[in-house]
């Protein structure tokens, strides 16, 4: 199995830019799908960001198109989330997940593994 650990959360104003990482371990993490996924208080698991193996193809949600950009190290075991120009609505905490099959589903469900999550607050 893998294990995912997130860093990078903190309290940004708007308009400001956040980088979390996702360290894995795990000997297949070269080929999962990795994804970045967010919750808020009262509301499901949202699809934020995917990358592909082996990180050509990324996918973003609706809310984010834009401003975020996904990408992923192989070498280092480690996929990214580039938060640019923060929005008080992206306001959430965000998880790192991934899964073996190939392919970016924007299902929460469809996903093995996740991260603990990391507290992103954006003010206004």
């Known amino acids: 199995q893998v294990q995912l650990v997130e860093s990078g959360g903190g309290l940004v104003q708007a308009g400001g830019s956040l980088r979390l990482s996702c360290a894995a371990s795990?000997?297949?993490?070269?080929?999962?799908?990795m994804t970045w996924f967010h919750q808020a208080p009262g509301k499901e698991r949202e699809f934020v960001a995917g990358v592909s193996w082996p990180g050509v193809r990324t996918s973003y949600g609706d809310s984010v198109q834009g401003r975020f950009t996904i990408s992923r190290d192989n070498a280092k075991n480690t996929v990214y989330l580039q938060m640019n120009n923060l929005k008080p609505e992206d306001t959430a905490v965000y998880y790192c997940?991934?899964?073996?099959?190939?392919?970016?589903?924007?299902?929460?469900?469809?996903?093995?593994?996740w991260g603990q999550g990391t507290q992103v607050t954006v003010s206004s």
């Open positions: 997940a991934a899964r073996k099959l190939a392919g970016v589903s924007r299902l929460f469900r469809d996903y093995d593994y």
């Open positions: 795990g000997r297949t993490f070269s080929t999962y799908t």
